[in-house]
């Protein structure tokens, strides 16, 4: 079956550094991987996503994920995190094996930027 | 463009009752797709709908259903309500079905509360 895990609940990291949000997949075939983030109060926003090709995905709001098949990861970054960055975060897996092509989401992960 | 439109934002219901939640998807955009978010249960797949038929179907009992009408809106409907489906309903759209690249683009959310 697709699964995806998010191993951290909350990620915590000061203006400015580098972050990082984790993200672990499993899956039969090629994998389909997204992000999405979500604001308070809000619905979830794509931010990018791997499909095939350059194992470093460009994304919005300067983000970007890098796909390892070999770790079977697809990790979320940006360089220099922002205060407004701070959200809930998830990501998904796109089920090809049972046909319905519906995503399964992770459980989320909280990233508080700290001033 | 147009995001996502779900309308009510918010309600409060009673125990029992039954609820629709309306659902506009992007311009152009064919398919829609139900999720249940709540804090224990993260986001799950509640439906497909795609030219008026339903595609897919998450593991929820029977009181939750759904429609689709032909200039793609949609609608979902929960009858005889239980204190434990309180919850954001958001609605996604994309362009078609299936396809595994294919992105979905989620709504602002409906936030309901059963009491």
Known sequence: ????AQPEDQVNVAEGNPLTVKCTYSVSGNPYLFWYVQYPNRGLQFLLKYITGDNLVKGS??????????????????PS????????YFCAVRDISSGTYKYIFGTGTRLKVLA | KAGVTQTPRYLIK??????????SP????????????????????LFEYFSETQRNKGNFPGRFSG???SNSRS???????ELGDSALYLCASSLALGGAGNTIY??????????
């Not at chain 1, 079956?1 to 995806?4: D, E, G, H, L, P």
């Not at chain 1, 995190?81 to 809930?88: G, N, R, Y």
């Not at chain 2, 029992?16 to 659902?23: A, H, Y």
């Not at chain 2, 989620?106 to 009491?115: D, Q, Y």
């Open chain 1, 1 to 4: 079956a697709q699964s995806v």
């Open chain 1, 61 to 78: 709001y300067g983000f970007e994920a890098e796909f390892n098949k070999s770790q079977t990861s697809f990790h979320l970054k940006k």
């Open chain 1, 81 to 88: 995190a922002l205060v407004s960055d701070s959200a809930l």
């Open chain 2, 14 to 23: 009673t125990r029992g009752q039954q609820v629709t939640l309306s659902c």
């Open chain 2, 26 to 45: 992007i311009s152009g955009h064919r398919s829609v797709s139900w999720y249940q978010q709540t804090p224990g249960q993260g986001l799950q797949f």
């Open chain 2, 67 to 69: 429609r689709q009408f």
């Open chain 2, 75 to 81: 609608e979902m409907n929960v009858s005889t309500l």
């Open chain 2, 106 to 115: 989620f709504g602002e959310g409906s936030w309901l509360t059963v009491v």
